[in-house]
């Protein structure tokens, strides 16, 4: 390694582009004087991501060029124009981030300079990352043998990948091969439909050359990493160990408790059941007489599931169709009726049938009256209650994740003084090894041997915690992507199509970890953190704070990286106090000497502020340069750091530029809380709970706590950007000049 280091010897250039209105704005001879200050080659061009500026480039390249700045638009365009293979390439934005966003002048000049200096020393600190690589497998695990784990598995396998499909239970099939028919799952979507579709499914996986099935077999433990999982089997034959890449978690759903709905007479008339009894009494022929059946049965209520489970209405119209083939009458009282996507077909063919009666409702009272069940029913949509005999209720008791009540994390709730994190519903706080061990008896999905947790974390209602917009499959463990109704309630169509997306996935994790590249959010980086054990002090912030369990630790504390479970987010570098772990292309060093190259002018008559703001990359930062193209403006005394997630923005940065002078920090990162929107899932919410260190690190400086302020800001809020800056200037206004300044 220090060989290939001592390799790569450095010889920089900066090149400058007056293109797209930088050269009108801004004094494009005093930029280059910075560069020749710094000893360094500099070039002007009149637009560097033309043809004719790529060839200047890649001919200084071909004459011995290597580490290149681009002084130009934001890195987030023409980032494939200037990405050049074996080159190290920093990108200084002045056109969003300057010319764009300022009016010409000497503090906006000043400000073209300092991102200049503070470009050029980034390239100086940046080394060439290399990436993890070891000898990885592309065998795909799919957990449950479902419709979702079979389609996935199919998907997978018929791409070309080995998939290996465990089923815990004796057959495939899932809860449908329990059914008595199932709802359509390809067009047309206005019927109902044999289990032949299922059979074929199955026949299709129990026969392809590229699927391996284990059926009664459940996961002893996994261990390792993305490309080198370590999955230990418990199968009919014994134990059996297999080297896997990734893993689709479709493990299914389990039946709400319907002992809890006893207001709804189950567990006190027989004739009252549930949409799953009900299927299996239809396809024992059981279905006689007339039948009512009531949506939402503990559903959408605070007291029991609070959320829709999305195909019970479905499921019911499929039921009314039973009775009334039977020649029965039936009954559907609903609260709202929900039919996603194409099931609508399915819903108006339904109406058509005038044996199905259906009408908005809340059911008052279920009695039984001479061996029938008699319903009232109040605020229908005809204005009256009503009372309906029939022979069985039906109670679409709803959905619920298998991963719901389960063993999931351990370490991030350690004790009942832990505040939950505001994302975090239904925290999992151990007070001892026996109440672990008894919450274990309840069984295990993945049982991951991971410190974090054996199985994924869950939001609120045991759902896994995922980004619904930004990354549905993605999981809070990489490489473990959860598909189906184990992520959320879906009705069959969509579980073949959250299946196929899981698969692609899955493939995606394998083709990239095998490069030693990460996957979403940072996909295809290469860069993975440092650690320099030797000072470590086994404080555990980094491997308690990893949002992606990607620190396992031996039985001191000390941190045991699995650089393909990591994300890249550097949220262990923002927590870490000895400031031991580091990137190859984000330092403590790099980000301080960043900060030490911003000119802080003194004067005690007429201060001049300056602002240090660290931008979040994922969103914040995409906020700025999309404020500048629609024209917004702010003040040219800040200067504007990226950062990897604001959980990666050590305390030490804000200790660095406050005792330089600088006279205030804004921290701009996503929303954390009940709507968090953080592509690192904590980043933001750790950033603020940070702040105590801030704090002190104020007290210890003697500086007023109203110099730093941290902001939650999503991407579609960048028209607020300019009043965001212009309050907190105003802030540090009324505070004063930083005191150190001069010294």
């Known amino acids: 390694m220090a060989e290939e280091e001592k390799k790569f010897e450095k010889k920089l250039c900066v090149y400058i582009c007056t293109g797209c209105g930088i050269g009108d704005g801004l004094d494009i001879e005093a930029l280059k004087k910075v560069a020749e200050e710094k000893k360094v080659d500099c070039k002007v061009h009149e637009s560097l991501c033309s043809k004719a500026g790529v060839d200047m480039i890649k001919s200084d390249i071909n004459a011995g060029y290597n580490t290149l700045v681009i002084a130009a638009c934001s ?8 990405n050049f293979e074996g080159c190290i390439v920093e990108r200084v934005n002045l056109r969003e981030g300057v010319v764009w966003s300022h009016d010409p002048g000497e503090e906006t000049q000043s400000l073209a300079q300092d991102y200049l200096k503070m470009g050029i020393v980034k390239a100086q600190k940046t080394d060439i990352p290399e990436p993890y690589l070891e000898e990885t497998s592309k065998t795909i695990l799919v957990i449950g043998g479902g419709i979702t784990g079979m389609t996935a598995a199919l998907e997978a396998a018929d791409a070309g990948y080995d998939v290996v499909l465990v089923e815990k239970e004796a057959e495939l099939g899932g809860w449908a091969a329990k059914f008595y028919k199932l709802t359509a799952f390809e067009k047309p979507f206005n019927r109902i439909v044999d289990s032949s ?12 050359p590229k699927i391996k099935v284990y059926k009664s077999t459940t996961i002893e433990k996994i261990s390792g990493q993305p490309g080198l999982f370590d999955v230990a089997l418990s199968t009919p034959s014994g134990e059996e160990e297999i080297r896997i890449g990734a893993i689709v978690l479709a493990a299914g759903w389990k039946p709400y408790d319907a002992s809890k709905l006893e207001n709804l007479g189950y567990g006190k008339y027989s004739g009252v059941v ?4 009900f299927e299996e009494m239809a396809k024992e022929g059981r279905v006689a007489g007339d039948v009512l059946f009531v949506q939402c049965a503990g559903q959408r209520d605070p007291e029991h599931l609070p959320y829709c489970s999305s195909a019970c209405c479905i499921v019911s119209l499929k039921q009314a169709k039973y009775v009334t083939e039977k020649g029965g009458n039936a009954y559907i009282i609903y609260k709202d009726m929900r039919t996603p996507g194409l099931y609508e077909e399915f819903y108006k063919t339904m ?15 279920i009695t039984e009256n001479n061996g029938k069940l008699v319903v009232e029913v109040e605020n229908t949509l005809l204005g009256e209650t009503i009372n309906l005999e029939v022979d069985t209720v039906v109670l679409a008791t709803g ?9 999931t994390v351990k370490e991030e709730f350690p004790d009942e003084k832990t505040v939950p994190y505001k994302h975090i519903y239904e925290p999992t706080i151990i007070k001892s090894e026996e109440e672990v061990e008894e919450i274990k008896k309840r069984g295990h999905i993945l049982n991951l041997q991971y410190r974090q947790g054996p199985e994924l974390p869950t939001l609120r209602y045991g759902l896994p915690d995922s980004n619904y917009i930004c990354f549905p499959y993605e999981s809070r463990r990489t490489g473990i992507y959860a598909a189906g109704c184990i992520r959320a309630p879906m009705p069959i169509a969509e579980c073949i199509e959250d299946a196929k997306g899981a698969a692609l996935k899955a493939i995606q994790c394998v083709e990239l970890v095998a490069e030693g590249k990460t996957t979403f959010p940072r996909t295809g980086d290469i860069d993975y953190p440092q650690f320099f054990l030797q000072r470590c002090t086994q404080c555990k912030r980094c491997t308690e704070e990893c949002p992606f369990g990607a620190l396992d630790e031996d039985e001191k504390g000390t941190p045991k990286p699995n650089p393909l479970r990591c994300r890249r987010c550097g949220v262990c570098f923002g927590a870490c106090p000895e400031k031991i772990i580091s990137f190859k292309g984000y330092s403590i060093d790099m980000i301080s000497s960043m900060i030490r190259e911003i000119d802080v002018p003194y004067d005690e008559q007429n201060p ?7 931008f979040c990359e994922n969103d914040a930062y995409p906020a700025l340069d999309m404020a500048a193209l629609n024209g917004y403006k ?5 200067r504007v750091i990226p950062v990897r997630c604001l959980g990666s923005v050590n305390v030490v940065f804000v200790a660095d530029a406050l005792s330089r002078g600088i006279d205030g920090i804004l921290m701009v990162g996503c929303k954390y809380g009940e709507d968090y929107q953080c592509h690192f899932i904590r980043g933001s919410e750790l950033a603020n709970r940070r702040m105590e260190n801030v704090q002190e690190t104020l007290q210890r400086l003697m500086l007023e706590p109203e110099r730093v302020k941290l902001v939650e800001l999503a991407i579609s809020d960048y028209d607020k950007i300019p009043q965001i800056i212009d309050d907190f200037i105003k802030q540090i206004e009324q505070v004063g000049a930083n005191p150190y300044k001069g010294f």
Not at 354 to 364: D, N, Y
Not at 608 to 614: D, E, G, H, L
Not at 634 to 638: A, G
Request: hydrophobic share 45%; no cysteine; net charge neutral.
């Open 75 to 82: 890195p987030r365009v023409n980032w494939d124009v200037f």
């Open 197 to 208: 579709a299922l059979q074929e499914m199955i026949n299709r996986v129990e026969n392809h």
């Open 274 to 277: 549930t949409n799953i009894e």
């Open 351 to 365: 109406q058509d049938d005038e044996k199905i009666f259906l009408t908005k409702g809340e059911i008052k009272s």
């Open 399 to 407: 959905m619920v994740s298998a991963l719901k009540g389960l063993y």
């Open 608 to 614: 001049k502020y300056r602002i240090v703001a660290f």
């Open 634 to 638: 702010w003040s040219p005394l800040v």
